[in-house]
């Protein structure tokens, strides 16, 4: 929107010096028909080009935002397989463990 508003009022300041630099200028003239609609047209030309930039604009931003999520979802299944690998090697060394020490016993008793 301030993209709209902004492109706006420059091509209306614009059509203004423009015609300001005609030999010919005054303010009686310019609230006539065809001032009037110079001016329209530049508003629409501004109201155009404007919402033509905000609509790439917030597209840009909209394809941001999705790789912030995706980037965050990935970061989050990272953190969740890590957990997982470091339980999983939790119970392997148990398992080790326990294995190591039945063996100890197994051996001590004969």
Same mark, same amino acid.
């Given at each position: 929107m301030k993209n709209l508003t902004f492109v706006g009022i420059i091509l209306l300041a614009l059509a203004f010096l423009l015609y300001y630099m005609l030999p010919e200028f005054s303010m009686v003239k310019l609230f006539e028909p065809i001032s009037l609609m110079g001016i329209l047209a530049g508003i629409?030309?501004? #109201? /155009?080009?404007?919402?033509?930039?905000?609509?790439?604009?917030?597209g840009s931003a909209l394809k941001e935002e999705q790789k912030r999520r995706e980037y965050k979802q #990935? /970061?989050?299944?990272?953190?969740?397989?890590?957990r997982q690998a470091a339980e999983l090697a939790k119970q392997q060394q148990a398992n080790i463990t326990t294995t190591y020490t039945t063996q100890k016993e197994n051996t001590q008793n004969y």
């Open positions: 629409g030309i501004g #109201l /155009i080009l404007g919402g033509v930039v905000g609509y790439v604009s917030k #990935l /970061i989050k299944e990272k953190e969740d397989l890590e």
